[in-house]
């Protein structure tokens, strides 16, 4: 196996906080959600002040367990945590 060296300060600052940050985001896109029928990706982004990549990796955490739904319409993605007609399961 091929080992690259990366400094180790910078590294485990980096991953101890990385879950942390994307499951309190996760949280809180998931309370969002709750709230609303469906929310535009770029909604989410403008409220929580993330990135598209930030957003994008915070949903599929969410993803992961299937508890999301979503669905492109135009230039923008539609999430839900409720099955709508037009909404495809990840």
């Known amino acids: 196996m091929n080992c690259i060296y990366l400094p180790m300060v910078l590294l485990e600052k980096e ?9 309190r985001l996760a949280s809180d896109v998931w309370n969002m959600l709750i709230e609303t029928h469906g929310i535009s990706a770029s909604q989410i982004e403008r409220i929580l002040n993330i990135s598209e ?3 994008f990796t915070v949903l599929g955490w969410l ?3 299937k508890n999301i739904f979503m669905s492109q319409h135009e230039d923008d ?3 839900s945590n ?3 007609n037009f909404f495809f399961s990840l």
């Not at 991953?15 to 499951?23: E, G, L, N, T, W």
Request: a neutral charge; proline letters at 10%.
């Open 82 to 84: 409720k099955q709508p």
């Open 15 to 23: 991953a101890s906080m990385k879950p942390f940050v994307i499951y």
């Open 77 to 79: 993605w539609y999430i």
């Open 53 to 55: 990549s930030e957003l």
């Open 63 to 65: 993803a992961h367990d």
